[in-house]
């Protein structure tokens, strides 16, 4: 075999071993894309702490095969926040925000200029302020706007961050016994930006309009009274 035929074959192999790396990598991409789907859809169809645990613990499968991807991370935090909601022993409701701050640390090193991640790590000092408002109130709320700052230093359009900061100031002013017209002011901002951003993006988070929904309809019982 001569040289120019060495060459050839060589390129001829290369190329397809090229085209097989690509038909791999595709395939590993929708494998990722349908389980990320899938447990996104249970998480947020989810009512119980089972079924909530059920979701992170695949979010947390899927982050330890994918560890270049943000998205299982968020997720999981995600899951651990909604189980501190629902929990009411103090203990175990700081032990899922514990989880949900250890799942973003890591994908803030992954993708520190996403605002998404920004806006969930403020979630969870808001409700670390609710397991004891008297001794947590400032230290937390403090915590909870720098996140909620940032989030939207990064992207001043995110409606979850916009929405997030009117609860925390709506909280806030409650709890001082102050008017609440600016953090209504604020969520009706989130509203219309949940109304017109649409990612293009099918893992983007998709939650915190009837959030806001709610807080619609306490600041209107507020103006009332």
């Known amino acids: 075999m001569n040289q120019i035929q060495l060459y050839m074959k060589l390129k001829s192999t290369l190329a397809i071993l ?44 899927i982050a330890g095969a994918e560890k270049s991807r943000w998205e299982p991370l968020y997720y999981s935090a995600f899951g651990n926040i909604m189980m501190a909601i629902q929990t009411s022993e103090a203990a175990k409701k700081d032990g899922y925000l514990d989880l949900a701050l250890q799942a973003l640390s890591k994908a803030a090193a992954m993708a520190p200029e996403e605002s998404e991640i920004a806006a969930l790590e403020g979630f969870v000092h808001m409700i670390r302020v609710t397991v004891d408002p008297q001794t947590r109130g400032m230290e937390f709320s403090m915590r909870a706007n720098q996140a909620y700052e940032k989030a939207l230093k990064l992207n001043p359009e995110n409606p979850r961050a916009i929405a997030l900061k009117a609860q925390m100031d709506f909280g806030t002013a409650q709890f001082f016994h102050a008017a609440t017209e600016t953090a209504c002011q604020t969520n009706e901002k989130a509203l219309l930006r949940f109304a017109e951003n649409q990612s293009d993006n099918p893992l983007a988070p998709k939650w915190g309009e009837s959030m806001a929904q709610g807080l619609r309809r306490q600041c209107s019982g507020t103006s009332k009274n």
């Open 18 to 61: 090229a085209i097989t790396l690509s038909i791999q990598a595709s395939a590993s991409d929708e494998k990722f894309m349908q389980a990320m789907l899938k447990h996104i859809d249970d998480v947020y169809k989810a009512a119980t702490l089972q079924e909530y645990q059920s979701a992170v613990n695949a979010f947390d499968r």
